[in-house]
């Protein structure tokens, strides 16, 4: 049966996988249909031992490093061999859907389980891995447990981050039981496969089963403050004003012209506006916003951020009026390994569905993996690109091509022993 | 000596009437040197008994009514013609300044310490009026007393109106003591002068000592709520958003545009706005913001609200966003009594100081009493501008000047008894 003929004609159960989903979905479950299970409360235990419970029961021995990454293996022929890694995180959103990240989790529980139902055996062996806090809801910096394991933040600076209530992340692994003995980054991986929901709407809109992620966005954060003159709109002639609203709003209208000006992956938003003093009859004395500029491309992601300061210079010399600009955050772009791309790409072609090549905006832990591994992500559509939200839906049938295009990558790389 | 020759010699104490405003002041004085006394507190209390005590030691009588406005009256030879009425307020903003409001009141009250000092008699009687709460920044509407006193709205509306903490204007006022008998608006009144600090920059920037202040612009205030969809900003492309930021800066632009089409009273100011779900990384799906549009000419300040409207229109039909405008609140411009105004520049003239003509920006209890009797303002510089401000300033010799227009104008409107 370990013909190539039989493995070709290889298939997820969907069903076992949606019920799954639906399971772990019921683990903060949320009136509108949507799961809230922010890292590290007791909510995430749950949701963490329920999928540990699956695991032994699929025969995967289970690991927890020290920041809580949940490593499930099942071995290969070569267990000299690193081992080909699929996974994502079951944390959410405070107001999240059911396949944000646990997607990427269960769809690699399902490749195992499918491959316990053949009796097929690897090469190399496989792990599914469960990353903590890449959600960053409740705690910073987000991507929380890819990025110590990737040795991007150190180990010491996540435990000791807090919420709002002043839990640390440290006290909270230890509530759940999940602060694991093993120093996180020492555990070798071959290659690493990430499903997710695409969490916009470009799929959807082409009408196509499967994205092909061949880079994710790179993303500039900045901090910009206007600083003019408050002062009272009924007595202040026009002439006389230093409104740093009508500065600023200038600025805002220009982050979307830039964005405009690099197609087809320039972005530009701001998001987060602040007036001071916000009085219906002051004229705003300081406008503080947020900016988000994003490419794929290095180059025209720089060329972007020139064009800010530039315009930004030019503004401050016409107005008078202060501006200051200051870069809170910086990802480079990052253009998966060409190996991992092409293994999912021939996947999703032999099994015969439709795909297209996606650009991924929205950061994963696969972002980081990329540092240390080849890595590839798969995305499936999901409706109206809504994401981050407790309507997040994604179709049964587009949950299971995923996960058959995971699958079929994922032996291509580890190898199906003869 | 009581001839037209050393009537024309008459002056006011301006050291008097500088330490008063200083004692005054005292009564909730602000580290920063401002003043926060706000109306109907125990403070309010405080500085209102500290001024019935002067008024009765320069031999008033003093009346309080219904909604707590004081009413502090000196006979003249003929006492059944109406009152000449002098005021403002004594209440303050929490960051106000010693000269908003308090100056009106006390510049009322030198004219009268003036009057006794040379035993000089009017024809018709005196009265100088605090008005209950005109601030408005513990209590709404602004200008309470002043409008309950000219019917603008119900006395038992104003009474029932409550803090933040549910306080009602009624029980605050007897807690103070100021829960007078008389009915508000009973009471006649020949003519109402006001004077007061400027609170913009005209005069300063023409170095000016008086503004004979004409007219008050009209207001209007209307909210803008911009609907578009929340999304994420890194996975959705530029031409599938609905940024309801986007929309909302360019209506804002058009505020101040309209107002530069309306030289040189027009005026436009975004002073809130508040963005949803204001977050760095989310495209705003919502943005509510404050609009507010000023003229003195009545059909320019139609056509600017046309503008606005027509602007809207557009903006919905381009973009596909829903647009909601909505007045909340209009005032028509006030253009004072031709006989007040006069009398106010004919002083102003005798007295030699320098002057222009004068619009008020901000409303004043002026405005409602023009409904009810003629009325005239007096404007002095504040430094740079500011009000509303712990750092509020004027000038020793712009006070005692402004208080010397008042005297004459009063009385030229009085007379005085031969």
Not at 320 to 328: K, P, Q, S, Y
Not at 364 to 390: L, Q, Y
Request: aromatic share 6%.
């Amino acid at each position: 049966m370990h013909s190539s003929i039989a493995l070709d004609g290889l298939r997820v159960k969907g069903e076992r996988l949606w019920g799954s989903l639906m399971d772990l979905a019921k683990v903060g479950a949320t009136a509108k249909g949507g799961v809230c299970r922010l890292a590290l409360t007791e909510l995430d235990g749950r949701g963490r031992d329920l999928v540990v419970s699956w695991a032994r029961a699929a025969g995967l021995s289970v690991t927890v490093d020290q920041i809580g990454n949940v490593f499930m293996r099942r071995p290969g022929r070569a267990n000299d061999r690193p081992p080909v890694m699929m996974g994502s995180h079951v944390d959410t959103q405070p107001t999240g859907g059911k396949f944000d990240g646990n997607y990427g989790v269960l769809a690699g529980l399902e490749v195992i389980r499918t491959l316990n139902d053949h009796r097929i055996e690897t090469e190399a062996p496989l792990e599914v891995v469960a990353w903590t806090n890449e959600e960053g809801s409740r705690f910073v910096p987000v991507m929380m447990g890819s990025g110590v394991f990737c040795d991007v933040f150190p180990l010491e600076l996540a435990l000791a981050a807090k919420d709002l209530q002043g839990k640390s992340v440290g006290d909270e692994l230890r509530n759940i039981g999940y602060a694991g003995p093993e120093r996180p980054g020492r555990r070798p991986v071959g290659a690493y496969f990430e499903a997710h929901i695409e969490q916009g709407p470009v799929l959807e809109d082409h009408a196509k089963v499967i994205g092909v992620v061949e880079a994710v966005l790179g993303l500039r954060w900045y901090d910009c403050v206007v600083t003019g003159l408050e002062s009272h709109a009924g007595a202040t002639p026009m002439e006389r004003r230093k409104d740093a609203l009508q500065v600023a709003t200038k600025i805002m209208q220009e982050v979307v012209a830039i964005a405009e000006r690099y197609p087809p992956h320039g972005r530009g938003t701001v998001g987060f506006v602040q007036v001071h003093p916000n009085s219906r009859n002051v004229i705003p004395g300081q406008v503080t916003f947020s900016i988000d500029l994003r490419n794929v491309n290095r180059e025209l992601h720089d060329a972007m951020d020139a064009d800010l300061r530039a315009f930004i210079r030019r503004m401050q010399a016409r107005t008078g009026v202060a501006i200051d600009l200051r870069e809170v955050s910086y990802n480079e772009p990052v253009h998966f390994h060409e190996s991992c791309v092409s293994a999912v790409r021939r996947a999703t072609e032999r099994l015969g569905y439709s795909h297209m090549p996606a650009t991924s905006g929205p950061g994963h832990d696969a972002v980081f993996m990329a540092r240390v591994t080849p890595t590839g992500m798969v995305f499936i559509p999901c409706k109206d690109g809504i994401s981050h939200n407790e309507i997040e839906h994604a179709e049964p049938e587009h949950v299971t091509a995923g996960a058959n295009v995971l699958l079929h990558a994922v032996l291509e790389r580890a190898g199906v022993a003869a």
